[in-house]
C-alpha cells in the first residue's frame, strides 16, 4: 500500500510540475521577454516515478528561469522510449534548435539521435550515454564510481565477509550496466569473501521489494544490501524491513547495512535515522543547470573539447560526442548535514 501511495504522491508532483511549465516557461516576463531572443530548447522528462527525477524537474524550471532560456513546453516520456520518440518530434515540428532527454533505454534512441543530426539539431543527454548516436554532450556523473564507491563502503562495512543484495537498474541502461559491473568486479577483487546476489529490477521498487523478501528468506543471515536508485527503492525496503523487524539502526546488532545512490532528501533522513548507512550523491541540481547550459551553447554553435572544466569536472571524448563527468560525493552520517548537497536544499 505504501509504495502504491508513494507513486500517486509522485506522479501527482510531476503533475505539478509540468504545470508550472506550461506557465512559468512561457508567461510574459523580464526572463522571458530575454528569453524570445534566444533558440528554443526543447526539455523532456525521462519519469515521475522517482523522487529524484522529480527534483530534476523541478530544478530544470528553476534553470530555465535563472538562465533566461527559450524553453518550449516541457515533455515527460515516462521511462517509454516511444514515447520519447514521439516527444522529440514534437520539439522538431516547434522549432527546438537543441533537445534535453534522458533516455531510459540508451540502445534504442540511436536512430532518433541520428535524425536530430541530420536536422543539425544537437542533442544533451542527462545521466545516462546513449549507445549509439551523436550526442552534443552527456551530462552525467562517473556510474562506474557508483558502484565501486558503494563496494567499499559495504566491503569495509561487513568485514569482507558474508552476503550483499544488489538491486540492480535495467541493464538495458548504461548507468545499470556500469554500476552492475564496477560493483561486481570491486567485489571480486576487493572482498572476496563476499557473496552477492544480483536482483533485476528494472528500476521498479515493487520488484526489488519481492526479490529482497525472497532472499531473506534464503538467505536470513543477509548482512548488505547495495540500491542502485534511492528515489525507487529507498520506501519498498524500509518497508519490507520494517514489516518483517530487520529494520535495526545502524550500530545495534542486526543491523543490515545499506548503501544507495542518489542523494534525494529521503535517503539523507534514513542515514540520520540509521536505517540507511550511506548514499552517493547524483547532482540533479547541476544535472539541470548544465543540461540547459550545453544545450543553449549547442543551440548557439558553440564547441568544447576535452579536458578539466571550470566547474569541477572533467569533460571526456566518447565515441559519439563528449562527455561532462561531474562530481559525486559519498553521503554518509559524517556529512549528511553538509549544505552544499542538493538534497539539504531542494524546494527550500
Known amino acids: ?50 523522487d529524484f527525477w522529480n527534483s530534476y524537474a523541478q530544478y530544470v524550471k ?32 516547434t522549432g527546438a ?13 540511436a536512430s532518433t539521435l541520428e535524425q536530430l543530426a541530420a536536422k543539425k539539431i544537437p542533442v544533451v543527454s542527462v545521466d545516462t550515454r546513449p549507445d549509439k548516436g551523436p550526442v552534443y554532450m ?18 569495509k562495512q561487513l568485514g569482507g565477509k558474508g552476503t550483499v543484495a544488489e538491486f540492480q537498474g535495467a541493464l538495458d541502461s548504461i548507468n545499470g550496466r556500469d554500476r552492475s559491473e564496477a560493483f561486481a568486479s570491486c567485489m571480486k577483487t576487493g572482498f572476496p569473501g563476499i557473496q552477492v546476489i544480483e536482483l533485476a529490477t528494472d528500476w521498479k521498487g515493487d520488484v526489488a521489494s519481492a526479490k529482497l523478501q525472497s532472499t531473506l528468506a534464503a538467505h536470513p543471515d543477509l548482512g548488505g544490501i547495495y540500491m542502485q536508485a534511492g528515489g525507487v527503492f529507498l520506501q519498498p525496503t524500509l518497508a519490507l524491513l520494517q514489516q518483517k523487524g530487520l529494520l535495526k539502526p545502524a550500530g545495534e546488532a542486526g543491523h543490515i547495512a545499506i548503501v544507495s545512490n ?14 540507511i548507512d550511506a548514499t552517493v550523491s547524483q547532482p540533479a541540481d547541476l544535472y539541470a543547470k548544465y543540461a540547459l547550459y550545453y544545450a543553449n551553447a549547442a543551440a548557439q554553435g558553440k564547441t568544447f573539447k576535452a579536458g578539466p572544466t571550470d566547474h569541477g569536472s572533467t569533460i571526456i571524448a566518447l ?18 548535514d553538509d549544505k552544499s548537497l542538493w538534497g539539504n536544499s531542494v524546494g527550500k
Open 1 to 50: 500500500m505504501k509504495l502504491r501511495s508513494s507513486r500517486i504522491a509522485a506522479s501527482a508532483a510531476a503533475a505539478v510540475v509540468l504545470a508550472g511549465f506550461a506557465t512559468a516557461c512561457n508567461r510574459g516576463s523580464d526572463n522571458s521577454s530575454a528569453a524570445g531572443d534566444k533558440p528554443a530548447i526543447g526539455v523532456d522528462l525521462p519519469r515521475a516515478d522517482s
Open 97 to 109: 534548435k537543441a533537445v534535453v532527454m534522458a533516455p531510459q533505454d540508451t540502445g534504442a534512441i
Open 62 to 93: 528553476k534553470g530555465v528561469m535563472d538562465q533566461g532560456l527559450n524553453a518550449l513546453p516541457v515533455s515527460n516520456s515516462q521511462g517509454d522510449v516511444t514515447k520519447l520518440v514521439a516527444n522529440v518530434q514534437v520539439f522538431q515540428n
Open 319 to 336: 565515441p559519439n560526442g563528449l562527455e561532462d563527468q561531474l562530481p559525486a560525493p559519498l553521503v554518509t552520517k559524517e556529512n549528511v
Open 138 to 155: 552527456v551530462v552525467r556523473a562517473d556510474n562506474k564510481a557508483y558502484g565501486t564507491k558503494a563496494c567499499e563502503f559495504l566491503g
Open 262 to 275: 542518489d542523494g534525494i532528501p529521503q535517503e539523507f533522513d534514513a542515514i540520520r535515522k540509521g536505517q
